[in-house]
């Protein structure tokens, strides 16, 4: 039976998942470098990815790409790290996460989908040549 975490343990990992949300680059290296894992989800399956791009963090998507983080990682509404920055409009997220190996067509609604439905054209036209 696994361990309960105690409140303090939970009460850093809610740090750790805020410190993606917002851009404490050198904090949440100091707890990567402790043993978190790289690919530590919320509760509603919130990656720290998928919270970094989401919220236009740049600079801590590449610390978790960097560190292997997952850009396959679909949350519990079916999103995913590149259908955040795309709905975003980050094209430099949207950028390094395609040089990971994000797949476009991913997720529900998956990136390619997000462009179409809210008229973005500049970010279809970064994900387009990922298609082909």
Not at 4 to 15: A, H, Y
Not at 74 to 92: H, I, P, W
Not at 100 to 110: D, I, L, N
């Amino acid at each position: 039976m696994p361990e309960e975490l105690t409140e303090q343990e939970l009460k850093f990992l809610q740090d750790v998942l805020d410190f993606a949300r917002y851009g404490a680059a050198d904090r949440l290296t100091a707890a990567l470098d402790l043993g978190v894992p790289v690919n530590l989800t919320s509760g509603t399956g919130d990656s720290l990815l998928i919270l970094a791009a989401y919220h236009r963090q740049a600079d801590v998507v590449r610390l978790l790409l960097d560190r292997g983080a997952d850009t396959g990682r679909v949350n519990d509404r079916g999103q995913t790290a590149l259908g955040a920055a795309v709905f975003r409009q980050s094209g430099d997220i949207v950028t390094d996460l395609l040089r990971h190996g994000a797949e476009p067509a991913q997720g529900a609604p998956s990136a390619l989908e997000i462009a179409a439905f809210f008229d973005l054209p500049e970010m279809a036209a970064l994900l387009y040549p990922a298609t082909g």
